[in-house]
């Protein structure tokens, strides 16, 4: 079992950067994949990035490489992602989401989620 919060968005302005924080619970943290997703109005919850149990893999969405980058630390039970160079489209809530098992890519594949935090980026 893992139990997910999502803490960091906010305002910004479109060039800015922002850190977005998970804090997980549960032992099963350091066994687990993680992912962040996004989900912005009236649109699909996309994927944005992923991060194999060790830190050692990482998978990007195409709108978000080269801009994003994820990590977590496992002794703190806590993932980050950290943005830059952010646009008026990267405005969304974002989720993060927890799978006991190998690195994915898909909303189907993760069995836990956060509440998610919203982000805004202004022209």
């Known amino acids: 079992q893992v139990q997910l919060e999502e803490s960091g968005g906010g305002l910004v302005q479109a060039g800015g950067s922002l850190r977005v924080s998970c804090a997980a619970s549960g032992r099963a943290f350091s066994n687990s994949a993680m992912g962040w997703f996004r989900q912005a109005p009236g649109k699909e919850r996309e994927f944005v990035a992923s991060i194999s149990w060790s830190g050692g893999r990482t998978y990007y969405g195409d709108s978000v490489k080269g801009r994003f980058t994820i990590s977590r630390d496992n002794s703190k039970n806590m993932m980050y992602l950290e943005m830059r160079n952010l646009k008026p489209e990267d405005t969304a809530v974002y989720y993060c989401?927890?799978?006991?098992?190998?690195?994915?890519?898909?909303?189907?594949?993760?069995?836990?989620w956060g509440q998610g935090t919203r982000v805004t980026v202004s022209p």
């Open positions: 989401a927890a799978r006991l098992s190998s690195l994915a890519t898909t909303t189907d594949d993760y069995r836990y």
